[in-house]
């Protein structure tokens, strides 16, 4: 059974960090992307930055709104990715999730089907 687990979630001050960890198992075919999500209260779930991890690159992407502040990474060896957020916005407040799909790799959320329960982050001003 597929599991995926946010942690690091909390409370920051606008201009601080967090990072996010989101650990995964259960899987028989590794993912062809992992991404991020966040959903703010009243709106809908968006994507924030996503990656292929065996592509020879390492692709990624990320939302115009986080781009430069943002940063996403796996750690094979501990099945953990992570959402490095730095320069916090108060707007970056909202449940954040991970999720993973096959067959491509976008921020668009419908093609993901394993999704995490989410962690919370709020960014105070």
């Known amino acids: 059974q597929v599991q995926l687990v946010e942690s690091g979630g909390g409370s920051v001050q606008a201009g601080g960090s967090l990072r996010l960890s989101c650990t995964f198992s259960?899987?028989?075919?590794?993912?062809?992307?992992m991404g991020w999500f966040r959903q703010a209260p009243g709106k809908a779930r968006e994507g924030v930055a996503a990656m292929d991890p065996d592509s020879a690159g390492r692709s990624t992407m990320y939302a115009d709104s986080v781009k430069g502040r943002f940063t996403i990474s796996r750690d094979n060896a501990k099945d953990t990715m992570y959402l490095h957020m730095n320069n916090l916005r108060p707007e970056d407040t909202a449940m954040y999730f991970c999720a993973s799909r096959y067959f491509g790799c976008s921020l668009d959320r419908a093609p993901y089907n394993f999704w995490g329960q989410g962690t919370q982050v709020t960014v105070s001003s």
């Open positions: 259960g899987y028989s075919h590794r993912p062809d992307c």
